[in-house]
């Protein structure tokens, strides 16, 4: 079975097929801030300090392996995909990951509509950048909700897969809401208190709700590949207060035959000196 091949001219490697033998990883940044991510968007991001810096959650020992990522769940009038494919694993119409030198590029089509996200660190900055593009290749009017989803960790990597006894009860998260210019979920577990540091989740376009809280998004005894809020349609605007914080938004997406649009999130380290 042939997996992807080399695209010399873009200087790029085409996964064709969400099926590989293993997840099959780029490295994106290369100043200070630094993501992995999978061809199915799997992966976790830092800044300098992989483990002490850790901003988005990742599990070793996952069953699959590639379980957790930065992932984007589509609803369109109750067809619920990822165009990761992974984590809900429904068939798509097209999949293609495109590795390239310091970004990612990934697409996946369902059903009449194309969703292409483009993931890259700009030079200088403290972020990860994903350029999402949603695009109505049918015939008719489309109407769906895209919901964003990243489950920040407590920084530090170790402390935040052993010590449950503790952690369970620090996380903590502040939602603006700056319609219509867009929406930004800061992750502020222990800021001022131990840390000068935070992370921001944020989206350039208005939105039609949000959670945090993992458990609400995901609902009891559920896995994110069938979790409650993209299933049901509706976000639960639910706040963390300790226990897991994520950052998920919910937009509404309406297009025309052939039209496009394009969404841009930011998933963002800052650091204030102590005077500050």
């Not at 895209?146 to 920040?152: G, H, I, M, V």
């Not at 990597?157 to 009860?169: E, I, K, V």
Request: some cysteine; overall charge negative.
């Amino acid at each position: 079975m042939q997996f992807g091949h080399f695209d010399d001219e873009a200087r790029e490697y085409v996964i064709t097929t969400p099926h590989t033998p293993y997840p099959w990883i780029n490295y994106l940044g290369s100043e200070q801030f630094f993501s992995l991510i999978s061809h199915q968007a799997g992966g976790y991001s830092f800044y300098r300090d992989a483990r002490m810096r850790r901003l988005t959650r990742y599990r070793y020992n996952n069953i699959p392996a590639d379980a957790g990522g930065r992932y984007f769940y589509v609803n369109d009038g109750g067809d619920v995909w990822t165009p990761s494919w992974l984590p809900v694993k429904a068939d798509l119409d097209h999949f293609e990951t495109r590795h390239g030198l310091g970004y990612t590029r990934i697409t996946g089509a369902r059903g009449g509509l194309s969703v292409d996200t483009l993931y890259f660190v700009p030079l200088g900055e403290t972020a990860e950048v994903q350029k999402v593009t949603v695009t109505n290749t049918s015939d008719g009017q489309k109407s769906v909700k895209l919901f964003s989803f990243a489950e920040f960790c407590l920084w530090n990597a170790q402390d935040d897969q052993t010590n449950y006894q503790r952690n369970l009860s620090i996380g903590e998260v502040e939602v603006e809401l700056d319609s219509p210019h867009g929406a930004a979920i800061y992750h502020k577990t222990e800021y001022r208190e131990r840390r000068d540091h935070y992370a921001v989740y944020a989206v350039n376009a208005p939105v039609v709700g949000f959670d945090t809280d993992r458990d609400s998004f995901v609902g009891a005894y559920n896995s994110l590949g069938e979790a409650t809020v993209p299933f049901a349609g509706a976000a639960t605007d639910s706040v963390a207060s300790g226990w897991y914080p994520i950052a998920s938004h919910a937009l509404e997406v309406t297009l025309a035959p052939g039209e496009s649009r394009e969404y841009v999130f930011v998933l963002g380290y800052v650091e204030n000196p102590d005077e500050e």
